[in-house]
């Protein structure tokens, strides 16, 4: 039997309270949508904990380091980003740099390219590296790659400053000397409300790194620096991919793989190769709630539906980093749906399913059990499955998988 940590829920008012949260030294975390039980509506729309901020620091190599103890006055308590990301400082995946000369031959030849950081993210890799000619600057996902010419341009005066931004989301540029944390963020206005979304940064040595994966880079807005927000005085032109490696896109003729189509036509959210995704198990929980799942490689994609709400997609990899919880045969983490308002225009349900990857070829069925609730089978579809629940919170879960014979191959126990 394997036990899932205890679940860590969002906040109850991240809307309008977050930023001022932050400021006064909120340390979190962000949440991996694993099951707010009360949320803002409309930040369902968008992406969960978008204005935390970290950094990672950690000594040359692989080995991340805690962030050291601090003394003096209250200060803002940032995340220690190795939490979220695959950091490395003076290091490139193994041909990441060819890669970025190839598609981009005016540059510098690649001998001439020393890795100074990178960071990999749900599907995403972004990387600095110093040349003769100044920084270069590079993002890669399994088919594309988008790179820089030389930057020499320094911070000339401004609190931080972009100098790099790819349509996958990815963001690069420079921080003053001291700078221990970082947000990039975006204000949209939804209805009645301003929703601020973004990306988490890696700072090291006044160099800063955003492996994207939700929003798009060419619109950010603002800055939070240690907790101050400042406004963004200019962003670059967003640098276009090359597609270097192609792959043949998924089907798109299924009733399953119009509606994963539909989702991905939002452009509000730079997914990494987004045509390659397939389409996965589909489930409508009830008139108000539905959720269609794709999948590419270790990424799970996640479309999820609320009737009066904005649409929101999740992309996760929960066989690497893992937002999700892994086990030996499916990754597994809670959903949420059917959310109600409140008088404080925020929203809240108590109603569960699971969602996960079915990460051992031998399993053909999942089923969850819960106290008082009957045994329910998940829909399960190209590597992805939805067990629809509703799993009451304050309830465990127990979750068998088997192969085709009836065998077990895993119990888990899902509980908060």
Known sequence: MTDLPPFQPL????????????????????PAWRGPLTIAATVAALAAGAVVTGQAIWSPGTTPLATPPTSGPPQFQGLDMTELYDIKRSFAPPGMAERCAAAKPENPPVAQWRPVLSVF???????????????????TTATTAAVSAPVRQELGGAPARILFAAPNGAIAGLVPPGVRHLGVNRSLPVGNHTIVSGGHAAVVDSLFLVPGGFSRAGDPSSFLIDGDEVPIADVPAVTPPVVDRPQPPAERTSEAGQRLQACLADQQFAVPDRDQFVAGAHVKFSEQSEVQLGRFGDLLLQCR?????????LVQDHVGAGEGQRYNTISAEWYYFDFRADENGSSSS?????????????????????PGLPEQSAVISNGTYVLPGPVPPDTTAKITVKDASGAVLEEISLRE
């Open 350 to 370: 108590d109603k569960r399913a699971i969602v996960g990857q079915v990460l051992d070829q031998r399993a053909t069925s999942i089923t969850a059990t819960a």
């Open 11 to 30: 906040p109850d008012h991240v809307r309008d309270k977050a930023r001022q949260e932050l400021v006064e030294g909120l340390d979190r975390k962000p």
């Open 305 to 313: 539906y609320q009737a009066g709400q904005e649409l929101m997609m």
């Open 121 to 139: 993210s749900n599907g995403v890799t972004i990387a600095a590296f110093e040349v003769p000619a100044g920084r270069i600057f590079c993002t």
